[in-house]
């Protein structure tokens, strides 16, 4: 995609269904991909923290999870099409997932979610390939790194809020071939 920048963050210039087909063609062609969905909060965050931003630029995709940036690039007359929330892409991406026997790894939220998105996974999403979920709130993340680096899942959903799921995508994410995105909240939604 071309880009299209809105206060110094690169947004990926497409639709949510070609944003999801490019995401769904890496992992088939297993490309290392990393997808920031960033909101307003994200990209002022950004503006002040440098290092932040520096972090976030490496991503392969910024995708416009607001409707705030996309009122923001039609007033810079660079219209981007549309929203392309985290919730969304979280969603239609463990649809796929689950459709076309991939493997996912969880990190993110509380044990309680945790256990009730295990649950619903079981229950909803027999096919897909489940290989760990992980509470957000580990002192060390060594054991979790060391079991996606045995288990290469097609996907690994980090949702541990930013700043931290990013710099912990960052850091892991040479690790495996596959797909990693930060997805903030999505667990807690999605669970219910
Ligand atoms: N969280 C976590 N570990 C932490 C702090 C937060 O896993 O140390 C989880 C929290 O349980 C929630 C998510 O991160 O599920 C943050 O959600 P929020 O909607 O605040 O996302 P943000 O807007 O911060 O990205």
Redesign the pocket.
């Known amino acids: 995609f071309s880009s299209i920048d809105i206060l110094g963050i690169p947004f990926a210039n497409a639709t949510r269904n070609q944003f999801l087909d490019q995401l769904q063609g890496r992992i088939e062609h297993h490309q290392n991909t990393f997808v920031v969905t960033a909101?307003p909060?994200?990209v002022m965050y950004a503006r002040k923290d440098p290092a932040y931003r520096k972090l976030i630029l490496t991503a392969d995709f910024i995708s416009p999870d607001g409707i705030g940036i996309v009122k923001a690039s039609q007033t810079l007359k660079t219209p981007l099409p549309e929203r392309v929330t985290?919730y969304d892409i979280f969603t239609h991406l463990l649809n796929w997932a689950n459709q076309n026997k991939k493997s996912v790894y969880f990190?993110?939220?509380?044990p309680q979610?945790i256990k009730q998105l295990k649950l619903k996974l079981a229950q909803d999403f027999p096919n897909l390939q489940l290989t760990g979920a992980h509470?957000?709130?580990f002192k060390s993340d060594t054991e979790i790194v060391n079991v996606i680096e045995k288990q290469q899942p097609d996907i690994v959903f980090v949702?541990?809020?930013?700043p931290?799921?990013e710099k912990f995508i960052a850091h892991n994410r040479h690790l495996t071939k596959g797909l990693w995105m930060?997805?903030?909240?999505?667990?807690?939604v999605f669970v219910g």
């Open positions: 909101n909060e994200i985290g990190v993110g939220a509380k979610v509470d957000g709130y949702a541990t809020g930013f931290n799921q930060g997805v903030g909240g999505s667990f807690d």
